[in-house]
């Protein structure tokens, strides 16, 4: 049995099999995730997000520009969902569903975003603390916590779910801003670009996180100015890679209010505030079904590992970062209590992120950092190492076995292929994004697909609506303003007989035509000159900063600072 207990010290040796040895278990635990939350169940937001990637599919086939709406939304009345939660992360897994169908294409997200950040939180944790142990401790236990499984199933948040995937790739470019090789900005640009090409409100709660290790860590900037240049640089790039979506989106909300401005449908920050004894249980959950659909909480795991810095005391500039992130996480955890005042200024000025427990997101990362660099300093040989590391898989399993029971208790009652009809909204959430001059979905659903006529001697024929273009003929006996069963984006094209005409917004909130001839009309949301541009703008940021990539990889790296203090 020599042999065999000498393995540890061989892995440990052989440096390339660290990363190779976590890829299996990371790969492992990820198909055990896919097996175990079997049936795919609609989860909180499922349908939202799920009819999502359906446009997105629909919108690949008919513009290269990825300019489109979700046309069959709301009986065919469309639904520019586009606008407000950006598509760029999903754009290769609607190609797959394009080639296979929609609940492949989902679950491949799925399992490769899972995989993703498993080997980005490695790369981050690596390349920082110097240690593959920590590295794959913190990786496992951030990428399978018990937050993002709740995210991911239970509330299917799927947006704020995949951000998982790219906070490491933003803290390694925060690393390198403040401590590393501050010529590598690019990392911080393309992960806060994958952040916003993600979930917007995920990206204002990343930009904060950034702004307090900035203060924290500021005598760096102070020390070497060149940092603080690149951080700018940082900011700017990140702002020309996502014009994609970010000026489309400024676009539409300056020019036209919507329900969840006028009706107040979002929910207020300090309004989503945990009692005690939730906030406990969440630190804790894991270990039992819980007594309700969705606690958020960062699990008793994670809590754990936040929690072995009390057998940990040699000091260093790695440990102070390490319970630097334990302490903004535990101050997150105090930010989702009664406690914090969200409803006194500035922070009532961030009531657009609706629940304050978004910040367990962080907190879980923090916590899975830390916890995975105090094992590192508390286990001192490979034995133990090796020993620890599949009993965490161990404890995953587990957690993810019971929370899959839980998630099959409380979220498979009905199908995923359950239509989208008025009596659930249209699977469209609260309807956050219909114009404001649109008196509701009940008139929109009994006015029915009829268009509409100032005078009674117009003659509408041959109408006809086929992916997300409405064409019919027209005949009139004096100029006529027709309203469509189309609700109003701006970026709306008309023509009549091949000649573009004017589209104006109805005081129903509909598309409105006016129309000074007889003939034959075509209606289809052809984009904007903004979101034209903006999509240019967004390949040129990204060819431009691939090919800077490129040659700064080439040039040898020469007087730059890189202790990590």
């Known amino acids: 049995m020599d042999w065999f207990s000498r393995i540890p010290d061989k892995i440990a ?68 969902t586009k606008a407000f939660y ?6 290769p897994f609607a190609l797959i569903g394009n080639l296979t169908n929609l609940e492949f294409a989902y679950q491949f997200m799925v399992f490769t975003m899972t995989v993703l ?46 951000t998982f995937t790219f906070i490491p790739i933003v803290f390694l470019g925060l690393y390198h801003i403040i401590k590393g090789d501050y010529k590598k900005w690019y990392i911080l640009a393309i992960g806060f670009s994958l952040m916003i090409f993600t979930h917007l409100i995920s990206s204002v709660l990343m930009f904060f996180t950034l702004l307090i290790f900035l203060i924290i860590y500021y005598k760096s900037l102070i020390k070497e100015p060149k940092r603080f240049l690149y951080l700018v640089v940082a900011g700017i790039t990140t702002l020309i890679i996502t014009a ?92 989702s209590s009664p406690l914090f005042p969200w409803s006194v200024f500035p922070f009532n000025k961030l009531n657009f992120i609706q629940m304050a427990w978004r910040l367990f997101e962080f907190t879980s990362f923090f916590f899975a950092v830390a916890g995975g660099y105090y094992l590192s300093l508390i286990l001192k040989s490979s034995k133990r190492k090796l020993a620890t590391a599949f009993t965490v898989v161990i404890l995953l399993v587990l957690i993810m076995t019971n929370d899959a029971k839980s998630y099959e208790m409380y979220r498979c009652g009905r199908p995923i292929t359950q239509v989208a009809t008025f009596n659930n909204d249209y699977h469209l959430g609260g309807l956050e994004y219909i114009p404001s001059s649109v008196p509701s979905i009940e008139y929109m659903h009994q006015r029915g697909d009829s268009i509409g006529t100032k005078y009674e001697g117009t003659i509408i ?25 189309l609700i109003y984006y701006k970026g709306y094209t008309a023509t009549l007989n091949d000649k573009e005409i004017p589209v104006t917004e109805s005081e129903n909130g509909l598309v409105q035509l006016p129309i000074e001839q007889s003939g034959h009309i075509q209606v289809y949301y052809g984009g904007t000159v903004i979101q034209k541009i903006s999509y240019f703008i967004t390949l040129a940021g990204i060819f431009a900063t691939c090919i800077y990539i490129f040659l700064q990889r080439r040039k040898p790296t020469e007087g730059i600072n890189t202790d990590n203090k």
């Open 13 to 80: 040796t052989n440096k390339k099999s660290h990363f190779w040895l976590f890829f299996a278990l990371l790969l492992f635990l990820s198909a055990v995730m896919m097996y175990l939350y079997q049936p795919l169940c609609p989860g909180q937001d499922f349908f939202f997000h799920y009819r999502r990637l359906q446009a997105l599919m629909d919108g690949v086939k008919t513009s290269p520009m990825l300019i489109y709406l979700d046309y069959n939304a709301i009986d065919g009345y469309g639904y520019f």
């Open 86 to 91: 950006p598509d760029f992360v999903l754009i």
């Open 117 to 162: 950040c498993g080997v980005f939180t490695y790369i981050t944790v690596n390349r920082i603390y110097k240690k593959p142990f920590a590295a794959a401790i913190a990786a496992l236990l951030y990428t399978f916590c018990i937050y993002r499984l709740l995210d991911l199933y239970h509330r299917a948040a799927l947006g704020e779910t995949l």
């Open 244 to 335: 994609y979506y970010l000026f489309p989106m400024l676009e539409q909300a300056i020019t036209t209010t919507f329900y969840y401005e006028s009706r107040e449908l979002m929910a207020k920050t300090q309004d989503s505030a945990l009692p005690f004894h939730w906030i406990i249980w969440g630190m804790f959950t894991g270990i039992v079904t819980p007594a309700q659909a969705f606690i958020p909480g960062v699990g008793f795991l994670l809590t754990g590992a936040a929690a072995l810095r009390l057998f940990v005391y040699k000091k260093s500039p790695e440990l102070r970062s390490a319970d630097i992130g334990v302490i903004i996480g535990l101050v997150y955890i105090v930010a």
């Open 461 to 485: 024929s041959n109408k006809n609506k086929e992916m997300g273009i409405t064409s019919f003929d027209i005949s009139i006996n004096s100029n006529e303003v027709t309203e469509l069963p």
